[in-house]
């Protein structure tokens, strides 16, 4: 069974960045042919994908939020990460990871944290 947990904080200052963590446990985040996501929602919305690291280490980002996103990883505690820079009150939102298996959608899902952008 895989089991993912964000981690980090809950409340960041406007034009502050943004640093989520996922660990993973359960499974490898360099299994192939597995990817690895971070998902918002922003209060009142739908799910927006931010961005994706492969099991290869390959990063793709949503084109409205590249210039701002970086994902990264850590293979040594299994772990991949979010930083959003120059965050603004429209960055609040509830930011799950999740793993995707390509062409199909997601399989496991953490719970989601709270992130609320707020001077």
């Known amino acids: 069974q895989v089991q993912l947990q964000e981690s980090g904080p809950g409340l960041v200052k406007p034009s502050q960045t943004l640093s989520l963590t996922c660990t993973v446990s359960?499974?490898?985040?360099?299994?192939?042919?597995?990817?690895w996501s971070w998902i918002r929602q922003p209060p009142g919305k739908g799910l927006e994908w931010v961005a994706d690291?492969?099991?290869?280490?390959?990063?793709y980002y949503s084109p409205s939020l590249k210039s701002r996103t970086s994902i990264s990883r850590d293979t040594s505690k299994n772990q991949f990460s979010l930083q959003l820079s120059s965050v603004t009150p429209e960055d609040t939102a509830v930011y799950y990871c999740?793993?995707?298996?390509?062409?199909?959608?997601?399989?496991?899902w953490g719970q989601g944290t709270q992130v609320t952008v707020s001077s």
């Open positions: 999740a793993r995707g298996i390509p062409g199909w959608g997601y399989d496991y």
């Open positions: 359960g499974g490898s985040i360099t299994t192939t042919y597995y990817t």
């Open positions: 690291i492969a099991y290869d280490g390959s990063t």
